[in-house]
């Protein structure tokens, strides 16, 4: 399941589910639970991030390995309130599902709720962690949730 986590993220819905679905049956397997058991509790306790968290710290991982794309690297002196990476202005939905735009959508977010973060390995492990404890079904409840403190 590691190989071309980024590209999962921009799947059709149903390939995402297809591939989810497969995860969770895993889990059920593993933990000998039955088969309508509901998997996220498995997940948290287990500490294995789920399919949709996977690609969340993929793409941190794609943002720290190259910040200085995405960011521009000059430093005011005062305090500009802009705790967010600006998202290209694009035409069609298309443009929504890349690693790059979802990269910029994903930290914004983080940035939000944690300002003055320095994005290293660090970052990466507490993002990591986080991530394994909430075990998020869907990317929109990541965008929904105001508690993820880094």
């Not at 059920?28 to 789920?50: G, M, N, V």
Request: aromatic fraction near 12%.
């Amino acid at each position: 399941m590691c190989y071309g986590r980024v590209t999962w993220g921009v799947t059709t819905v149903t390939n995402f589910d297809r591939i989810f679905r497969i995860q969770k049956r895993a889990m059920r397997i593993i933990h000998k639970k039955p088969f309508k058991e509901h998997c996220k509790p498995l997940f948290a306790t287990s500490q294995i991030l789920t399919l949709p968290c996977t690609y969340i710290l993929e793409i941190c991982k794609l943002f720290v390995k190259n910040e200085h794309k995405f960011t521009n690297k000059i430093e005011n002196s005062h305090n500009t309130r802009r705790n967010f990476i600006p998202l290209p202005r694009h035409r069609t939905a298309k443009i929504e599902h890349c690693a790059s735009y979802m990269a910029r959508k994903i930290i914004t977010k983080i940035l939000k709720i944690n300002t003055d973060i320095k994005f290293n390995k660090s970052f990466l492990n507490k993002v990591k962690n986080l991530l394994k404890q909430k075990a998020y079904y869907e990317l929109s409840e990541f965008f929904e949730d105001d508690e993820f403190v880094v």
